[in-house]
Structure formats: structure tokens, C-alpha cells
């Protein structure tokens, strides 16, 4: 009987990378193991007043190395050397400036502290103004550039945060080869790349955000950018028209990062790809199902047959690119800026008191201390949840908008703001907080109307990640908005899963990854259901939130 196989899934989220080590022939989970980044945790390069997030590469060699060495640890060695792939996958769009050799330019001595030098997180805003100038120019062309991507820039996306960071640094511009994606460029490092020309660039990175499309045989052409600004002649001149799947082989692990990860030398190294679009794979998606991966933000996936698709072109979302989920698909992406990061910030806001006072006050005699105020304040949304779901339904509670982060789908504005509208003296924080978490599920709904309007069905939801796993209150009440099941996958890690997956197929396990999806899924464990009771009085708090929401729009953002 043959040896299992085995592959690592590694997934770069906002805060921490995770490392999975997963049996090819079963899914099961063998090790795992995570890493928060040094840097980010300390706040470093990021100015959250401007909207800039940066994280520096080397919390990312740092994550990957301390991760896979510590699922490698006290391993069997047989195990280890029937370890034959590893893929990866990452927030995005999160690009880099890189030099010839493709490496980035904070890790190069001149530019070692310096943000612009840095990855540009998802979430970082600063390029707003530029994304309103490409949704600008792309009108003046009588080919519609930006129709693979809803119609409308975003500035979470590559040529935005690029033109911006050129804009405002000379240094870079000086110095800078090309922009290479997060999910790229790590591949392209673990396999000893050292010529930026030869980075293999992922369909679903230069698909979904910078607008490379198979009916424009790549790119817009070059006139379209250097029309739209001359800085950026040097990138799109050197960017390679050629994309690849995830399931492809970027090449094999180098010797010495096989010696420093402790892995064999012959791993295959998969294509990255970005976290939802994998964990999607690794949440077991079908066609028709919305594939939700709900952290801080959502990121949302669909995927159908492409002759089932074709000439249809989805307004105001996040791009749809074929083969950038499962090859011979189109995958469709949306999502919201914020979800997980609402409840956060509230959570924030009533913990303010027990970091700035509880733990300076002078009568607690030594009694209160650190780990005493992180329970209390771990506490804060568990007890939110429990309370919020014993309220009564009352059409008279605040309304809230989600927008506190901008809005991604439908139609892309970073520069709109969220807002609660309906407080009263009687408003406490449960009443609250319920408000916030019928926002974020009113924002999901207005994706799955989208999807509706333009003609695509959504026969169900599942869904992947903390929130999804952690707070059946959130979930039910989504369902309950929805008027449609959710389904919540067992796998505490999809992304990495579906990074591993892919990982098998890359490797050659696995012909196709619906075959690694149907051997190494790990299933569902819960379904919701709409409460039919509810269903009506979320519709009229439905039409609230839209009307809010147009208010808002229309009225305050100007």
C-alpha cells in the first residue's frame, strides 16, 4: 500500500500567517500553527487617521518560516519526506514595489523603514483619489476596460495604490522594476526567483484587481496608463501578459529554503492566490453557491460554468475572471470592507474605560491587572451576542450603515462613510450592537440582490471563517435577512485548506482540484434556516438600511 502524501497550506491573513500540514488522501489536519506579525502588532507604518495600512515583507519570511518549522516539529520522518507540495495564499489586493531582481524595496537598506516601501495592505484608502481618476479616464475609451470589474476601480485595488505610492515618493519611482502582488511574490521567493521578469503572475490576482482580461489578450494597452499618468509607463512595460492558474506548479522549493524550512527539496511550489478565492475551494464551493469567508472584511465568491455566464457582466462587483477559483469556471467576487472590524470597533469603544482608567486606578490594590482587563474585554462581545439575541423585535431601534470602511460591493466607494440614525435616551449597547450586526447581514443581502438584478441565482449561502464559526446569532439573523440557508463549513482553516489543495494538485496528487475539494473536504456541520417569523419585519429594516444608505450617499458624502 502506498505512503500518504502530504502538503502545507499557508494562509497570510490581516493580522497573523497560519500553516496547515494536511494529508492528501484524507484532509485531516496533522499540524498547525500560527504566527501574529512582530511589526503590525505594534502598529508600525500604519496611520489609521490617513487610511494607510503597510506591513513589512519581513514579517512575512518571519510567519512563513516560524509556522512551517513549527508543523515540521517533532514530526515522524517518514511523514516529512512524503511532504511533496506547498501553496499559498494572501489578502489582496496587497502589492509591493520590487527591484529587478524582485526583491522588495524595504528589504533593501535605502529604503528599510520607509511605508511606501512596503506592501500596501487591502485595506489601506490613501489611493482614493486615484481610483476616481481611473474610473475617470476609463470613460474616455470606447472599449469599457473596467467592464470585467463591476465598472468600477476600487482603491484597495493594484493600479490605484500604485499610481499613488509613485505620486508620492519619487524614491520608489526611482528604484522600483515592477508591483508584484503579495500572493506572487512569495512563491516566486521560495523558489529562488531572482529576475522580476520571470514572476508568474496568478489569474486571480491580475484578473480581479488589475484588470487583466483574456478579451484584451492581457492588459489595457500601454496608452491607456501612460494616458492616465507617465508613471506608470515603467510597470505596465514590464509586465508580462501570461497568467497562471492555482493549480499550476510555479516551480520546486529551493535548496536552501528546504534546508532552512526543513522541508524536502523536491516541493512543488502551486501559484498563489488570494485568501477568499481558496477558501472558497477549501469551504467545498458549488456552482451558485455564495461562498462568504467573513473575518474583519467579507469576501465573497461565486463560481459557474463559463458557457452558463458568458456575455453576462455583473455591475459593481469585484471582478469576474475565469479559472480564477476552479479552471474551466468564472469566479465572481464581492464583499464588504467591513464586517468582523464593526463589531470590533464597538467592542473597542466600550473597552475604552478598562485600559485607560480600570488599570490606573489607584484604590484596586494591585488586584487588577493585565490579564484581568483582557478577560473582561473578551468578554464584551460574547456577552453582547448573548444579550442582543434576547431583545425583542422593534421597528423603532437604530438603523446602521456599514460603511465604516468604505463600501466594496455593490459599487465600489472607499470614501463613503457609516452612520446610525434612530438613537434614543433608551439606545444601550446591546440595542446597538444589534444594529451594527443587522448592518453588516443588510450589507450581504445587498450583494446577493445584486447577483439577483443582473441574472445570476444564489441557491444558497455557505459560510467559512471566525464569525461564521463563533457567533450563531450573527448567523441566524443573516438567514434570517437572506430568506435562505447558510451553510457552515466544519474547517476552522479553509483558506489554508484550500491553499493545501491546491497544493496537492500543483503537486500532481490530484488531476483537478474538484478532486482534491471532494477527498480532502471536511464538510458542513451546521445549516441555518430562516426563521419565518422574522422574515418580514427584516424586510421593512431592509428598506430602512437602503434608504439610509441613499441618505448617507447622497446627502453627508458629497
Given at each position: 500500500?502506498?505512503?500518504?502524501?502530504?502538503?502545507?497550506?499557508?494562509?497570510?491573513?490581516?493580522?497573523?500567517?497560519?500553516?496547515?500540514?494536511?494529508?492528501?488522501?484524507?484532509?485531516?489536519?496533522?499540524?498547525?500553527?500560527?504566527?501574529?506579525?512582530?511589526?503590525?502588532?505594534?502598529?508600525?507604518?500604519?496611520?489609521?487617521?490617513?487610511?494607510?495600512?503597510?506591513?513589512?515583507?519581513?514579517?512575512?519570511?518571519?510567519?512563513?518560516?516560524?509556522?512551517?518549522?513549527?508543523?515540521?516539529?517533532?514530526?515522524?520522518?517518514?511523514?516529512?519526506?512524503?511532504?511533496?507540495?506547498?501553496?499559498?495564499?494572501?489578502?489582496?489586493?496587497?502589492?509591493?514595489?520590487?527591484?529587478?531582481?524582485?526583491?522588495?524595496?524595504?528589504?533593501?537598506?535605502?529604503?528599510?523603514?520607509?511605508?511606501?516601501?512596503?506592501?500596501?495592505?487591502?485595506?489601506?484608502?490613501?489611493?482614493?483619489?486615484?481610483?476616481?481618476?481611473?474610473?475617470?479616464?476609463?470613460?474616455?475609451?470606447?472599449?469599457?476596460?473596467?467592464?470585467?470589474?463591476?465598472?468600477?476601480?476600487?482603491?484597495?485595488?493594484?493600479?490605484?495604490?500604485?499610481?499613488?505610492?509613485?505620486?508620492?515618493?519619487?524614491?520608489?519611482?526611482?528604484?522600483?522594476?515592477t508591483w508584484v502582488e503579495h500572493c506572487d511574490w512569495i512563491p516566486f521567493l521560495l523558489?529562488?526567483?531572482?529576475?522580476?521578469?520571470?514572476?508568474?503572475?496568478?489569474?486571480?490576482?491580475?484578473?480581479?484587481?488589475?484588470?487583466?482580461?483574456?478579451?484584451?489578450?492581457?492588459?489595457?494597452?500601454?496608452?491607456?496608463?501612460?494616458?492616465?499618468?507617465?508613471?506608470?509607463?515603467?510597470?505596465?512595460?514590464?509586465?508580462?501578459?501570461?497568467?497562471?492558474?492555482?493549480?499550476?506548479?510555479?516551480?520546486?522549493?529551493?535548496?536552501?529554503?528546504?534546508?532552512?524550512?526543513?522541508?524536502?527539496?523536491?516541493?512543488?511550489?502551486?501559484?498563489?492566490?488570494?485568501?477568499?478565492?481558496?477558501?472558497?475551494?477549501?469551504?467545498?464551493?458549488?456552482?451558485?453557491?455564495?461562498?462568504?469567508?467573513?473575518?474583519?472584511?467579507?469576501?465573497?465568491?461565486?463560481?459557474?460554468?463559463?458557457?452558463?455566464?458568458?456575455?453576462?457582466?455583473?455591475?459593481?462587483?469585484?471582478?469576474?475572471?475565469?479559472?480564477?477559483?476552479?479552471?474551466?469556471?468564472?469566479?465572481?467576487?464581492?464583499?464588504?470592507?467591513?464586517?468582523?472590524?464593526?463589531?470590533?470597533?464597538?467592542?473597542?469603544?466600550?473597552?475604552?474605560?478598562?485600559?485607560?482608567?480600570?488599570?490606573?486606578?489607584?484604590?484596586?490594590?494591585?488586584?487588577?491587572?493585565?490579564?484581568?482587563?483582557?478577560?473582561?474585554?473578551?468578554?464584551?462581545?460574547?456577552?453582547?451576542?448573548?444579550?442582543?439575541?434576547?431583545?425583542?423585535?422593534?421597528?423603532?431601534?437604530?438603523?446602521?450603515?456599514?460603511?465604516?470602511?468604505?463600501?466594496?460591493?455593490?459599487?465600489?466607494?472607499?470614501?463613503?462613510?457609516?452612520?446610525?440614525?434612530?438613537?434614543?435616551?433608551?439606545?444601550?449597547?446591546?440595542?446597538?450592537?444589534?444594529?451594527?450586526?443587522?448592518?453588516?447581514?443588510?450589507?450581504?443581502?445587498?450583494?446577493?440582490?445584486?447577483?439577483?438584478?443582473?441574472?445570476?441565482?444564489?441557491?444558497?449561502?455557505?459560510?467559512?471563517?471566525?464569525?461564521?464559526?463563533?457567533?450563531?446569532?450573527?448567523?441566524?439573523?443573516?438567514?434570517?435577512?437572506?430568506?435562505?440557508?447558510?451553510?457552515?463549513?466544519?474547517?476552522?482553516?479553509?483558506?489554508?485548506?484550500?491553499?493545501?489543495?491546491?497544493?496537492?494538485?500543483?503537486?500532481?496528487?490530484?488531476?483537478?482540484?474538484?478532486?482534491?475539494?471532494?477527498?480532502?473536504?471536511?464538510?458542513?456541520?451546521?445549516?441555518?434556516?430562516?426563521?419565518?417569523?422574522?422574515?418580514?419585519?427584516?424586510?421593512?429594516?431592509?428598506?430602512?438600511?437602503?434608504?439610509?444608505?441613499?441618505?448617507?450617499?447622497?446627502?453627508?458624502?458629497?
Amino acid at each position: 500500500m502506498a505512503k500518504p502524501t502530504f502538503v502545507i497550506g499557508v494562509d497570510y491573513g490581516t493580522d497573523s500567517v497560519r500553516s496547515i500540514l494536511v494529508n492528501t488522501s484524507n484532509g485531516e489536519i496533522v499540524q498547525s500553527a500560527v504566527h501574529h506579525y512582530a511589526r503590525w502588532a505594534k502598529g508600525l507604518y500604519c496611520n489609521p487617521t490617513l487610511n494607510q495600512y503597510r506591513q513589512h515583507p519581513q514579517d512575512y519570511i518571519d510567519g512563513f518560516t516560524i509556522t512551517i518549522k513549527a508543523c515540521l516539529k517533532n514530526l515522524d520522518k517518514d511523514i516529512v519526506e512524503q511532504i511533496v507540495g506547498l501553496s499559498i495564499d494572501t489578502t489582496g489586493s496587497s502589492p509591493v514595489a520590487v527591484n529587478k531582481e524582485g526583491t522588495p524595496l524595504a528589504l533593501v537598506s535605502k529604503h528599510a523603514e520607509n511605508p511606501n516601501a512596503m506592501f500596501v495592505l487591502w485595506k489601506d484608502h490613501t489611493s482614493a483619489p486615484e481610483a476616481q481618476e481611473i474610473n475617470d479616464h476609463a470613460k474616455k475609451y470606447p472599449i469599457n476596460y473596467l467592464e470585467f470589474v463591476g465598472g468600477i476601480y476600487s482603491s484597495e485595488w493594484y493600479w490605484a495604490k500604485l499610481l499613488h505610492i509613485l505620486r508620492v515618493d519619487k524614491t520608489i519611482h526611482e528604484d522600483l522594476y515592477t508591483w508584484v502582488e503579495h500572493c506572487d511574490w512569495i512563491p516566486f521567493l521560495l523558489t529562488g526567483g531572482k529576475d522580476a521578469d520571470k514572476i508568474k503572475r496568478g489569474v486571480c490576482s491580475a484578473g480581479h484587481k488589475a484588470l487583466w482580461a483574456e478579451k484584451f489578450g492581457g492588459y489595457p494597452p500601454t496608452t491607456f496608463f501612460t494616458e492616465l499618468d507617465p508613471l506608470l509607463e515603467k510597470v505596465i512595460t514590464n509586465l508580462s501578459k501570461e497568467t497562471y492558474s492555482a493549480s499550476t506548479a510555479v516551480g520546486v522549493i529551493t535548496e536552501s529554503w528546504a534546508k532552512e524550512l526543513g522541508l524536502p527539496i523536491t516541493t512543488v511550489i502551486g501559484v498563489g492566490a488570494f485568501d477568499a478565492h481558496m477558501g472558497a475551494v477549501g469551504g467545498q464551493i458549488e456552482p451558485y453557491y455564495l461562498s462568504k469567508v467573513m473575518g474583519t472584511s467579507t469576501c465573497d465568491i461565486l463560481v459557474a460554468p463559463i458557457n452558463e455566464v458568458d456575455g453576462k457582466l455583473i455591475k459593481g462587483i469585484c471582478g469576474q475572471v475565469n479559472g480564477s477559483v476552479i479552471p474551466g469556471m468564472v469566479g465572481l467576487e464581492a464583499g464588504q470592507s467591513a464586517f468582523g472590524d464593526i463589531y470590533a470597533w464597538f467592542k473597542n469603544i466600550l473597552a475604552w474605560p478598562l485600559k485607560s482608567i480600570l488599570l490606573n486606578t489607584t484604590i484596586n490594590n494591585g488586584i487588577v491587572n493585565e490579564e484581568l482587563v483582557a478577560e473582561l474585554e473578551d468578554k464584551i462581545l460574547i456577552q453582547l451576542n448573548e444579550s442582543a439575541s434576547k431583545l425583542p423585535l422593534d421597528a423603532n431601534d437604530p438603523i446602521a450603515v456599514d460603511w465604516m470602511n468604505g463600501r466594496r460591493t455593490p459599487d465600489a466607494n472607499q470614501l463613503l462613510k457609516g452612520g446610525i440614525e434612530g438613537i434614543s435616551l433608551a439606545t444601550n449597547a446591546p440595542i446597538l450592537y444589534k444594529s451594527l450586526v443587522e448592518a453588516t447581514c443588510f450589507g450581504a443581502k445587498a450583494i446577493v440582490d445584486r447577483f439577483l438584478e443582473e441574472g445570476i441565482p444564489i441557491k444558497g449561502i455557505i459560510g467559512l471563517g471566525g464569525v461564521a464559526k463563533k457567533s450563531p446569532f450573527i448567523m441566524q439573523m443573516m438567514s434570517d435577512i437572506m430568506n435562505m440557508p447558510i451553510k457552515i463549513h466544519k474547517s476552522e482553516q479553509t483558506c489554508a485548506l484550500g491553499a493545501a489543495m491546491f497544493a496537492a494538485t500543483a503537486a500532481g496528487v490530484y488531476e483537478k482540484v474538484e478532486m482534491a475539494m471532494e477527498k480532502m473536504g471536511q464538510g458542513f456541520e451546521i445549516t441555518y434556516y430562516p426563521n419565518k417569523d422574522r422574515v418580514d419585519y427584516y424586510k421593512e429594516r431592509y428598506i430602512k438600511y437602503i434608504g439610509f444608505g441613499k441618505y448617507i450617499e447622497q446627502t453627508i458624502i458629497k
